[in-house]
């Protein structure tokens, strides 16, 4: 099993600023790809971005030249840099692993994510 666990969420105002923090423990070995996916009220969860242990990253339109996600490979740590924050970035942030062991099936690993509001 492998345990994710989310931090840095708060309330800011419109263009400020958040640090998001996921530390994953467990069975953390073999994971390639980290990512942070995002929930509003009433909504389904959407993709955020995602990075490879290899640093190739990948971001929803909406928080491209905003947002940044950067990891570290030797912790599985993954971060994501939040500025100039809007009221629609308000969400629950849920941090996300892939594990690929050779000979298996890809698992999935969730966080139990972290409140972000953006709000004057």
């Known amino acids: 099993q492998v345990r994710l666990v989310e931090s840095g969420g708060g309330l800011v105002q419109p263009g400020g600023s958040l640090r998001l923090s996921c530390a994953s423990s467990g069975s953390i070995f073999s994971i390639d790809v980290m990512g942070w996916y995002r929930q509003a009220p009433g909504k389904e969860r959407e993709l955020v971005a995602t990075i490879t242990s290899g640093g190739v990253t990948n971001y929803v339109e909406s928080v491209k030249g905003r947002f940044t996600i950067s990891r570290d490979n030797a912790k599985n740590t993954v971060f994501l840099q939040m500025n100039y924050l809007k009221p629609e970035d308000t969400a629950v942030y849920y941090c996300?692993?892939?594990?690929?062991?050779?000979?298996?099936?890809?698992?999935?690993?969730w966080g139990q994510g972290t409140q972000v509001t953006v709000s004057s």
């Open positions: 996300n692993a892939r594990r690929k062991p050779y000979y298996t099936d890809p698992q999935y690993y």
